[in-house]
């Protein structure tokens, strides 16, 4: 596998500082970021070598106005596509989606204006989502005569539910604002989605990298299991994590009364 510093990006931006944040930005902003074959590649490529690279989290952004436009339709109908390959496109999508969401490095999406369709998909394979003012979420497939494809009835439909979906899908309708934010689709909305999700990334950077890990790797694959087995994995993890050597100054400062209380401001 390649280092994330030998590779061959055009639609993607890669950056990472000093303490591990990394940026991924998606970069076809003439084209409002739609995901086309070539970029879903690329965020396979990015996003299976940022945990070996050392990233402590990542903050994915877009240029331009919109996060990201969905599915490219317009590759998708000069491809005239065959279903067996639609669904060979749909397993790399997924393929992207999941060495975001099971990685283990916290991703926090900076999300503004649209945020549709496979958009949207790419945004809930995050594990924090920020809006702003701008950010409008939509699943227009039925509009387009299209389904999802990247994942959506899994991660959406655990977002928001199956009914709030469906009926996304169904009739078009969009979420903004606060209703967003109270239906699921995002956990912050701010004016600049941006400099929150890097403060988030610097804060969620300050745990061990172990707890992250597990954080963002074990809670989704959990989701996965009966309730009988997750909780046995819980345990199997906890027991790995919770006596991790990077915890134990952190403990020996609570014991000895030296560590922050969690205390609201
Ligand atoms: C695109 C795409 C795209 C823009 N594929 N090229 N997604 C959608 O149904 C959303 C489609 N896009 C839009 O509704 C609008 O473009 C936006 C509201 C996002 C932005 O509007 P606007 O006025 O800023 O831009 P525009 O003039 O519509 O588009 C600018 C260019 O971007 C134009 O290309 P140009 O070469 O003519 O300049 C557009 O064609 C191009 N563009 N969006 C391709 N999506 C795994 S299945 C997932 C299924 C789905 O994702 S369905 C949802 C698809």
């Not at 902003?29 to 409002?32: C, G, L, P, T, V």
């Not at 989606?97 to 549709?116: C, D, Q």
């Given at each position: 596998?390649?280092?994330?510093?030998?590779?061959?990006?055009?639609n993607?931006?890669?950056?990472?500082?000093?303490?591990?944040?990394?940026?991924?930005?998606l970069?076809r902003?003439?084209?409002?970021n739609a995901l086309d074959a070539?970029t879903v590649?690329?965020l396979?490529?990015?996003?299976?070598?940022?945990?070996?690279?050392?990233?402590?989290?990542?903050?994915?952004?877009?240029?331009?106005?919109?996060?990201c436009a969905g599915l490219d339709?317009?590759?998708?109908?000069?491809?005239?596509?065959?279903?067996?390959?639609?669904?060979?496109?749909?397993?790399?999508w997924?393929?992207a989606?999941?060495?975001?969401?099971?990685?283990?490095?916290?991703?926090?999406?900076?999300?503004?204006?649209?945020?549709?369709g496979g958009g949207?998909e790419l945004?809930?394979?995050?594990?924090?989502?920020?809006?702003?003012?701008?950010?409008?979420?939509?699943?227009?497939?039925?509009?387009?005569?299209?389904?999802?494809?990247g994942?959506?009835?899994?991660?959406?439909?655990?977002?928001?539910?199956?009914?709030?979906?469906?009926?996304?899908?169904?009739?078009?309708?969009?979420?903004?604002?606060?209703?967003?934010?109270?239906?699921?689709?995002?956990?912050?909305?701010?004016?600049?989605?941006?400099?929150?999700?890097?403060?988030?990334?610097?804060?969620?950077?300050?745990?061990?990298?172990?707890?992250?890990?597990?954080?963002?790797?074990?809670?989704?694959?959990?989701?996965?299991?009966?309730?009988?087995?997750?909780?046995?994995?819980?345990?199997?993890?906890?027991?790995?994590?919770?006596?991790?050597?990077?915890?134990?100054?952190?403990?020996?400062?609570?014991?000895?009364?030296?560590?922050?209380?969690?205390?609201?401001?």
């Open positions: 596998m390649r280092g994330i510093s030998e590779l061959a990006l055009e993607l931006l890669l950056a990472m500082d000093e303490d591990g944040i990394a940026t991924v930005t970069n902003e003439a084209k409002r070539a590649d690329e396979i490529e990015v996003f299976a070598a940022l945990p070996r690279a050392g990233a402590r989290a990542c903050v994915l952004r877009a240029k331009g106005t919109h996060f339709l317009v590759e998708h109908w000069h491809a005239d596509r065959s279903a067996a390959d639609f669904m060979q496109i749909c397993l790399r997924h393929e989606f999941n060495k975001m969401e099971y990685g283990g490095v916290p991703v926090i999406a900076a999300l503004k204006g649209a945020v549709v949207l945004a809930s394979a995050a594990h924090i989502r920020v809006a702003d003012d701008s950010t409008y979420f939509g699943l227009p497939e039925g509009q387009r005569g299209l389904f999802t494809g994942g959506a009835t899994i991660r959406v439909a655990g977002l928001i539910g199956k009914a709030r979906m469906i009926d996304m899908m169904l009739t078009g309708r969009l979420y903004r604002g606060q209703q967003a934010v109270d239906v699921g689709l995002a956990q912050y909305l701010v004016e600049d989605s941006e400099a929150r999700a890097y403060e988030l990334a610097r804060a969620a950077a300050q745990n061990p990298p172990l707890s992250n890990f597990a954080i963002c790797s074990a809670v989704s694959h959990m989701q996965n299991m009966s309730a009988l087995d997750a909780a046995y994995a819980e345990a199997a993890v906890a027991g790995v994590v919770n006596t991790q050597q990077a915890a134990r100054a952190r403990l020996e400062a609570f014991a000895k009364g030296t560590a922050a209380r969690v205390r609201p401001d």
